[in-house]
């Protein structure tokens, strides 16, 4: 698809790209196996506390102190998938799926701060080519060497269509439209609008009739969007305009 970006991809393109798609195949690899030993809400709501996580590394690598209203933000943001992940009502309880599930969360917020990096800043179409390669390549080794053994039980023909349109618009689709937004906004805000997609999930779960609307939903899905707001609108400006 971008052939004539990738056919001018330098050696320092490719070195990036190659560290980009390591670190998202790891927060793959990290958060699907944490799956294998967890309850989805658990691995929702704990893959979430990458946001926490963001201005952590910010701050402890770059030595960048998050902005005042970035705590706040976080703090509802929080609350708020603490109410769509049900974890409100039924508590966290820790197990290795949760473990490997945080330490997934890690990855996804490196690869969010590698991502705001100076280094980053190249062609997004090779960023993106070099993700989506290493995700593939990567992928199919583990499963060559871990899954292999299951293959005979699979039905490819009803898999393989659901596969391909998860892979192409909700992995790199997606991951190519984040690689293109980063380039306009800092870590921490992109972190916290990346967790709406717990939020999306919800809705159109409830949309497709997967699971009833509940209070939950509403109040999560608000709070979300509340923390959105603090994060975007520039209250000391606002401020400003309203004395004078």
């Known amino acids: 698809m971008f052939h004539k970006a990738i056919n001018r991809m330098t050696l320092?393109?490719?070195?990036?790209?190659?560290?980009?798609?390591?670190?998202?195949?790891?927060?793959?690899?990290f958060q699907t196996m944490g799956l294998m030993y967890t309850t989805p809400a658990n691995n929702a709501f704990l893959t979430a506390i990458y946001?926490?996580?963001?201005p952590i590394?910010?701050?402890v690598f770059f030595h960048k102190r998050p902005e005042p209203k970035t705590y706040p933000a976080i703090i509802i943001c929080m609350v708020g998938m603490m109410f769509l992940t049900g974890?409100?009502?039924?508590?966290?309880s820790l197990h290795i799926g949760d473990l490997l599930t945080i330490i997934s969360a890690l990855f996804y917020a490196l690869q969010i701060v590698y991502f705001s990096l100076p280094a980053t800043d190249m062609n997004p179409w090779v960023l993106?080519?070099?993700?989506?390669?290493?995700?593939?390549?990567?992928?199919?080794v583990d499963s060559l060497i871990f899954e292999h053994a299951s293959y005979a039980g699979i039905d490819w023909k009803a898999g393989i269509l659901p596969v391909?349109?998860?892979g192409i618009f909700s992995s790199f689709g997606a991951q190519t439209l984040q690689v293109v937004g980063q380039r306009f906004t800092d870590a921490t805000p992109a972190g916290i609008i990346l967790m709406t997609e717990s939020m999306f999930g919800s809705i159109f779960s409830v949309v497709f009739d997967f699971e009833p609307f509940t209070a939950n939903l509403l109040i999560g899905g608000v709070l979300?969007?509340?923390a959105l707001l603090v994060m975007q609108l520039d209250f000391r400006k606002i401020w400003q305009q309203k004395r004078t």
């Open 57 to 59: 590394i910010m701050f």
């Open 164 to 166: 391909v349109i998860l």
């Open 128 to 140: 993106s080519f070099m993700l989506g390669i290493t995700q593939g390549v990567l992928g199919l």
């Open 224 to 226: 979300i969007m509340i």
């Open 51 to 54: 946001v926490v996580m963001i």
């Open 87 to 92: 974890i409100m009502d039924h508590g966290v």
């Open 12 to 29: 320092v393109d490719f070195r990036v790209g190659l560290t980009a798609g390591i670190i998202n195949f790891l927060g793959y690899q």
